[in-house]
């Protein structure tokens, strides 16, 4: 069983920035790949971005250059850097444990946090 807690969501003008932070609890951590999501209301689950035990990365062309994904293995955390953020950036964030499958595939993690909410307001 692994226990995810996101936080460090907020509102913010449009051209801000957040970091999101991810801590995990349980198995082992740096074990997995982690990666991030989003729903904005009305729209499926989103891939952002994950990361490899080792720091591999995968981002999303949307959030290519704008955010960064990494991770502390010591803390058991991952974070997510949002940088020149959007009102189109709204959404309830998430991180997730990846089991198997596609890293892109939300059906392809089974552990998931409660969630942040992002808001950007233009």
């Known amino acids: 069983q692994v226990q995810l807690v996101e936080s460090g969501g907020g509102l913010v003008q449009a051209g801000g920035s957040l970091r999101l932070s991810c801590a995990a609890s349980?198995?082992?951590?740096?074990?997995?790949?982690m990666g991030w999501f989003r729903q904005a209301p009305g729209k499926e689950r989103e891939f952002l971005l994950a990361i490899s035990y080792s720091g591999h990365t995968y981002y999303a062309d949307s959030v290519k250059g704008r955010f960064t994904i990494s991770r502390d293995n010591a803390k058991n955390t991952v974070y997510l850097q949002m940088n020149s953020l959007k009102p189109e950036d709204t959404a309830v964030y998430y991180c997730a444990v990846h089991n198997s499958g596609y890293y892109y595939s939300p059906r392809s993690y089974n552990y998931w946090g409660q969630g942040t909410q992002v808001t950007v307001s233009s």
């Open positions: 349980g198995r082992t951590f740096s074990s997995y790949l």
